[in-house]
T-cell receptor, first 113, second 112 residues
Framework: AQSVTQLDSQVPVFEEAPVELRCNYS??????LFWYVQYPNQGLQLLLK??????LVESINGFEAEFNKSQTSFHLRKPSVHISDTAEYFC???????????FGAGTRLAVHP | EPEVTQTPSHQVTQMGQEVILRCVPI?????FYWYRQILGQKVEFLVS????????KSEIFDDQFSVERPDGSNFTLKIRSTKLEDSAMYFC??????????FGPGTRLTVT
C-alpha cells in the first residue's frame, strides 16, 4: 500500500527566509503527488500537483515542489516566506483505482516576524 | 468557480445519536469521497463512491457508517450511533479522476 512520510512535524522560520518541507512516498509504478495547505480553521486547498511531465511544479503563490523518483521525494520549497504562509501543509499520494488520497501527517509551518 | 459545499459547518450530538453530514459535490464530477481529520492528526480516507456505489472503503468505515447520493446532487455520510471517538472534522471531496480532488470546507462533528 502507498504511504507518505513527512519528516518534520513543525518548521519554524523567520519571515523572508527560505523554507523546505520534506515529503517522501513509498515507491510505485505510477505516482501522482499533491501538496495541500490548510489554514487555521479552514478546509484543504490544493497547492500544487505532480501528475507527469516536468518534475518541477509551481504554485501561483511562489511555492514549488520537485518530484525526485530516485529518492522517492516530493519536497516543497519557497525561497522567501511570508507571515501569511503560516499553515499546515499536507503531502498526499493517489492510491488505488478510485484515486483515494493517502496523506502524510502534516507539517506545521510557523512564520515569525 | 465551482466548489464543494458542506452542511452543517458544526454539529454537536450526544453519544449514540445518529448524524447525517451533507455535501454538494461539483456538478460534473464522477468520484466522491469522505475523509476525516481527528484534531491534531492527519487526514484519513474513509470511503470513495463511484457510479452510485461504494468503490472503496477503509477499515474505519465500519457498519456504523453509510453513504448515499440520494438525488444526483447531494452526497451524505451517515453515522448511525455516534461514539466519542467519532469526534473529528469530516471533509467531503469530489473529482473527475486522478488529476485532483476538490475538498469542501468540512463539518466539525463533536460527540458529547
Amino acid at each position: 500500500a502507498q504511504s507518505v512520510t513527512q519528516l518534520d512535524s513543525q518548521v519554524p522560520v523567520f519571515e523572508e527566509a527560505p523554507v523546505e518541507l520534506r515529503c517522501n512516498y513509498s515507491s510505485s509504478v505510477s505516482v501522482y503527488l499533491f501538496w495541500y495547505v490548510q489554514y487555521p480553521n479552514q478546509g484543504l486547498q490544493l497547492l500544487l500537483k505532480y501528475l507527469s511531465g516536468s518534475t518541477l511544479v509551481e504554485s501561483i503563490n511562489g511555492f514549488e515542489a520537485e518530484f525526485n523518483k530516485s529518492q522517492t521525494s516530493f519536497h516543497l520549497r519557497k525561497p522567501s516566506v511570508h507571515i501569511s504562509d503560516t499553515a499546515e501543509y499536507f503531502c498526499a499520494v493517489v492510491s488505488g483505482g478510485y484515486n483515494k488520497l493517502i496523506f502524510g501527517a502534516g507539517t506545521r509551518l510557523a512564520v515569525h516576524p | 468557480e465551482p466548489e464543494v459545499t458542506q452542511t452543517p459547518s458544526h454539529q454537536v450530538t450526544q453519544m449514540g445519536q445518529e448524524v447525517i453530514l451533507r455535501c454538494v459535490p461539483i456538478s460534473n464530477h464522477l468520484y466522491f469521497y469522505w475523509y476525516r481529520q481527528i484534531l491534531g492528526q492527519k487526514v484519513e480516507f474513509l470511503v470513495s463512491f463511484y457510479n452510485n456505489e461504494i468503490s472503496e472503503k477503509s477499515e474505519i468505515f465500519d457498519d456504523q457508517f453509510s453513504v448515499e447520493r440520494p438525488d444526483g446532487s447531494n452526497f451524505t455520510l451517515k453515522i448511525r450511533s455516534t461514539k466519542l471517538e467519532d469526534s473529528a472534522m469530516y471533509f467531503c471531496a469530489s473529482g473527475t479522476g486522478v488529476r485532483e480532488q476538490y475538498f469542501g470546507p468540512g463539518t466539525r462533528l463533536t460527540v458529547t
